[in-house]
């Protein structure tokens, strides 16, 4: 008898300790500060995006107000996904240490094109390689991007509006 009343109570003991272990969340963060933050995000979402569309208004002007209207129910989830989608970018190009290049680097990346351009011991290594046309195709990718520059900068396919 006095076995079983010792068992009994073992597995009441145990039973408590695990039924208590189990209510231990073991996670880095607590789900209210969670939350919170969640919530401060989707208020900035939503600050930003009535920033947003005041300023395209402004700058639009009637025809943005036109443009509002023919969006309709659409254009509150639009400017919502718009506002979530730059905070998510800005927030991947903060943790993966994204910038531009420094001017060194800049400087650095044109001298050593510049020096490979006028050496001709590198121009025959090219056309003896057979990369005359890895290189005639890049060229060509650098030309049409700057035309395309140049077409937005006027503002016109062929020349520039006088009127």
Not at 113 to 134: C, E, F, H, P, S
């Amino acid at each position: 008898m006095r076995t079983a009343l010792y068992s009994a109570l073992r597995q009441a003991a145990l039973r408590r300790t695990f039924v208590q272990s189990q209510g231990t969340r073991f996670a880095s963060t607590s789900t209210d500060a969670a939350q919170q933050k969640a919530k401060d995000a989707l208020g900035n979402a939503a600050q930003t995006a009535g920033k947003a569309w005041e300023g395209a208004v402004k700058f639009l002007g009637p025809v943005g107000e036109k443009a509002g209207s023919l969006l309709g129910a659409y254009r509150e989830p639009l400017f919502y996904n718009f506002a979530v989608t730059r905070e998510i970018l800005k927030q991947i190009y903060r943790t993966e240490g994204l910038a531009p290049p420094s001017l060194n680097a800049i400087q650095t990346a044109y001298k050593s094109l510049w020096t490979n351009v006028t050496n001709v011991a590198y121009l025959r290594q090219i056309v003896a390689n057979g990369d005359v046309a890895r290189v005639g195709v890049y060229a060509v990718e650098a030309y049409g991007i700057f035309k395309i520059g140049e077409i937005f900068g006027r503002r016109s396919l062929v020349g520039y509006d006088l009127h």
